[in-house]
C-alpha cells in the first residue's frame, strides 16, 4: 500500500514537471510555481494554523493580515523552488552569469580557502532557494561541496533529487557517514554543507529564536573545533527582478590549541550562527521556509536555555 502511495505521489509531480518542461523557463517557473503553491497551500489547514501561530510569536508587530501573506508565500516559495530546481542539471557558467550574482566579499574569501586547500564549513538555512546553493557556489567559487542530507521518504523522489543534486560533483553525505566522511572532505580543501535551521531533538541546544526557545543543532561549530576550518554562512536571496543573490558571510574558526572550555566555544560558535540567521529572517519574512515545525522539542524544567547574544555580523 506504502509502494503504491509512492508512485502516484511520484507519478503526479511527475506529471507537474514535465508541463513546466514545455514552458519558457521565466514565465513558466512564475506560472507553475503559483500552481503548486496554491495547490499546496488550500488542503494544509492544519500547518497554516501552526504556521501562523509561530509567526504572531515571532513578528508581534505584525496584523494577521501580513502573517497570512507571509504562509501564502511561503508555498508558493516552495512551488517555484520545485520548477527551479529542474535546471540545475542544465546549469553552465552562461546560466550563472544570467541568474546569480554573488556578494563579493564573502565569495572572495571563499576562493581564496578554495586556493590554500583549506576546508569549509557552509552553514545554510532554509531561505530564498536552499537547493540552489551548491552548483553556483561551485561554478562561482572553485568549491567542491559535501552536502550532508536525509533520504526523502518517497524513494522515486529521492533518486530523482540525489540525481539533480550530485550536478557538477557535489557529494551527498548521509547521517550515518557524517564524522568520517565530513572530517576526510574538510582535510581534502572540500566544503561541508549543513542545514542546521531544523528541530535538533533532545541532541540539541536550547536557544532563544523568533521568541521561543528552539532545539539548534550544533554540527558546524564541533568541526569546526575538530579541524579548525573556517565557517560561512550562506544564503541564496531571491531577488525582484526573478534572479538569485548568494550572501556569504565569513564567522570565523575555532583553533582547539587556544580553547579552554570546548563547549563554551561550540556554544558560542552556535549562537553565532542562530543571531545572523534570525537577523536574515527578520529582513526576508517572506523568503524562510516557515513550514518547519522547528519548535517541535520543548525544554523539559531542567533543559538549559541559553541566552542570546547580539553579534556585530550583520545581513549585507
Known amino acids: 500500500m506504502r509502494k503504491l502511495k509512492h508512485i502516484v505521489e511520484w507519478g503526479f509531480v511527475r506529471s507537474l514537471l514535465f508541463v513546466f518542461s514545455l514552458l519558457p523557463y521565466e514565465k513558466g517557473k512564475v506560472w507553475m510555481g503559483n500552481v503548486m503553491g496554491w495547490m499546496g497551500y488550500i488542503p494544509a489547514v492544519k500547518l497554516r494554523r501552526r504556521m501562523m501561530e509561530t509567526l504572531r510569536i515571532a513578528f508581534p508587530e505584525h496584523s494577521e493580515e501580513r502573517n497570512r501573506e507571509i504562509v501564502l508565500k511561503t508555498f508558493k516559495n516552495v512551488g517555484h523552488q520545485s520548477i527551479e530546481f529542474l535546471t540545475l542539471e542544465k546549469m553552465d557558467k552562461a546560466w550563472l552569469d544570467k541568474y546569480f550574482e554573488f556578494e563579493p566579499t564573502g565569495a572572495e574569501a571563499v576562493r581564496k580557502a578554495v586556493r590554500e586547500k583549506r576546508g569549509q564549513l557552509f552553514v545554510l538555512a532554509h531561505m530564498g532557494n536552499w537547493e540552489m546553493l551548491n552548483q553556483p557556489m561551485t561554478l562561482g567559487t572553485g568549491v567542491h561541496i559535501n552536502l550532508i542530507v536525509a533520504p526523502m521518504s518517497n524513494p522515486y523522489g529521492d533518486k530523482f533529487l540525489c540525481r539533480i543534486r550530485k550536478t557538477l560533483g557535489t557529494n551527498l553525505i548521509y547521517p550515518q557517514d557524517v564524522g568520517p566522511d565530513v572530517l576526510k572532505a574538510l582535510a581534502r ?85 542562530v543571531d545572523i540567521l534570525e537577523k536574515y529572517i527578520r529582513k526576508y519574512p517572506d523568503q524562510y521556509f516557515w513550514l518547519h515545525n522547528r519548535f517541535k522539542t520543548k525544554p523539559l524544567p531542567e533543559d538549559k536555555i541559553i541566552p542570546r547574544v547580539n553579534f556585530d555580523l550583520q545581513p549585507y
Not at 208 to 213: A, K, N
Not at 214 to 239: K, M, Q
Not at 248 to 263: A, S, W
Open 189 to 273: 580543501g572540500e566544503a561541508a554543507a549543513f542545514a542546521s535551521d531544523q528541530n535538533a531533538g533532545r541532541r540539541g541546544l536550547f536557544i532563544p529564536f523568533l521568541g521561543q526557545p528552539a532545539s539548534t543543532h550544533t554540527g558546524a561549530a564541533v568541526f569546526s573545533y575538530l579541524s579548525g576550518a573556517e565557517i560561512f554562512y550562506i544564503t541564496n536571496l531571491r531577488l525582484p527582478n526573478g534572479r538569485f543573490r548568494i550572501e556569504i558571510l565569513p564567522m570565523g574558526r575555532i583553533d582547539k590549541k587556544t580553547v579552554k572550555d570546548k563547549e563554551a566555544c561550540i556554544q558560542e560558535f552556535t549562537l553565532r550562527y
